[in-house]
C-alpha cells in the first residue's frame, strides 16, 4: 500500500490567509513549511488512487504530487487517477474540493461517507443539496453512496476498507451530529493496515482496540495544549471542546502500544510542533512517533 500526504494542515492550513503570528510567517518565507488541508491518497501500485476527503486544496494537491492524468492512458486528453472517494465529515477543509470534480468528462467517480454526510452535501431523493446541484456534478460527475459503519469495501484490486464512527463534530441535543457525524477509516491489503483520523475528537477504548497492531495510524494533530486556543488568541474554547484530541495527551496514550508508524497530521497554525526545534517536537520524536508533511509518501 502506497499512502501519499496531499495535505497536512487544519483548516485554513498554514499560513492562513489572514494570519501573520510566527508560524504563519515562516511559512510564507519558506514554501517547505506550508500545509495544505489534511488529505491521503492510497495506491497499491502508484497507477489508480483512492482518495480520502477532498480539500479546497485538492487541484494544487494533485499537480504537487503528480497525480496528474497520464498520456498513454487517457481519451480525448482525459483520464482520472481518483478511482473513489471516501469523505470522513462535513467540515469544509475535508469536502468542498469534491466541486472539483465537475470539469470535461463524466468518470461517475463514487464518493462514499457517513449517510448524515452525504445528505448533509447531496441531500436525498425528495430534496437536492448544493453538491447534487453544482454545475455538472449535477450530471454524474460523482456518484454519491450513502456508506454504513462497519460496511466493507474494495477498491483497485485488493483494497479493502471499512468506515467506523468517531467523536470530532458538535452533538446536537436530538442525538444527530452537526454538520454530519464522522468515520475514520481503515485500510488493509495482503495484512498491512493503515488507520485514519485526521479529526479525533477522543482516543476512546474501541479505537485503541482498532489501532493495536496496525502498521500506519495517521491522526489528529490540530492542537498541542488542551487550552492553545486560550494562550494563543484569548479564546475560550479547549481542544476537546472544538473536537480534537490534544497531542500532548495522545502521545501519552499511544506511547508504548504495538503500533506500526504513528504519524500526526492536520495541525494548525497555533501547533508548537511546527517548529521543529521546539521541545514538544523532542517529545513526539522520543516517543517513536513522526510529524506527517505535505507531499510524504509511505510505502507500508
Ligand atoms: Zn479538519
Ligand atoms: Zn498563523
Ligand atoms: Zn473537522
Redesign the pocket.
Known amino acids: 500500500m502506497i499512502i501519499t500526504v496531499l495535505g497536512s494542515g487544519s483548516n485554513g492550513g498554514?499560513?492562513?490567509w489572514d494570519?501573520?503570528?510566527?508560524?504563519?510567517?515562516r511559512a510564507r518565507e519558506d514554501l517547505r513549511l506550508r500545509r495544505t488541508r489534511s488529505s491521503v491518497a492510497v495506491s497499491i501500485d502508484g497507477g489508480q488512487h483512492l482518495l480520502i476527503d477532498a480539500t479546497p486544496d485538492l487541484k494544487q494537491q494533485l499537480e504537487a504530487v503528480g497525480l496528474v492524468p497520464r498520456q498513454e492512458k487517457a481519451e480525448f486528453d482525459r483520464q482520472s487517477r481518483i478511482d473513489a472517494v471516501l469523505l470522513t465529515h462535513g467540515h469544509g477543509d475535508h469536502c468542498v474540493g469534491i466541486a472539483e470534480f465537475s470539469t470535461g468528462k463524466i468518470f461517475g467517480i463514487p464518493v462514499f461517507g457517513p449517510p448524515d454526510l452525504i445528505t448533509f452535501l447531496f441531500g436525498d431523493s425528495e430534496k437536492s443539496m448544493f453538491f447534487r446541484d453544482i454545475g455538472r456534478l449535477a450530471r454524474n460527475y460523482v456518484v454519491p453512496h450513502r456508506l454504513a459503519e462497519g460496511e466493507r469495501l474494495e477498491f483497485l484490486d485488493g483494497l479493502n476498507v471499512i468506515g467506523f464512527e468517531i467523536d470530532h463534530t458538535d452533538r446536537m441535543e436530538d442525538g444527530s451530529c452537526f454538520p454530519s457525524s464522522t468515520f475514520g477509516y481503515e485500510m488493509e491489503v495482503e495484512g498491512r493496515r493503515f488507520i485514519y483520523t485526521p479529526d479525533l475528537g477522543r482516543l476512546t477504548d474501541s479505537l485503541l482496540k482498532r489501532v493495536e497492531g496496525a502498521d500506519l495510524f495517521m491522526l489528529d494533530a490540530t492542537f498541542w495544549w488542551n487550552d492553545e486556543l486560550t494562550r494563543m488568541s484569548g479564546l475560550r474554547k479547549t481542544s476537546y471542546d472544538l473536537g480534537h484530541v490534544p497531542v500532548e495527551d495522545s502521545v501519552k496514550i499511544l506511547e508504548g502500544m504495538d503500533i506500526g508508524k504513528v504519524l500526526y497530521t492536520h495541525l494548525n497554525?497555533?501547533n508548537p510542533l511546527l517548529d521543529p526545534n521546539k521541545p514538544m517536537a523532542s517529545i513526539v520524536r522520543d516517543a517513536g512517533f513522526e510529524i506527517a508533511l505535505d507531499g510524504m509518501i509511505i510505502d507500508l
Open positions: 498554514v499560513p492562513q494570519c501573520c503570528c510566527p508560524s504563519c510567517t497554525h497555533t
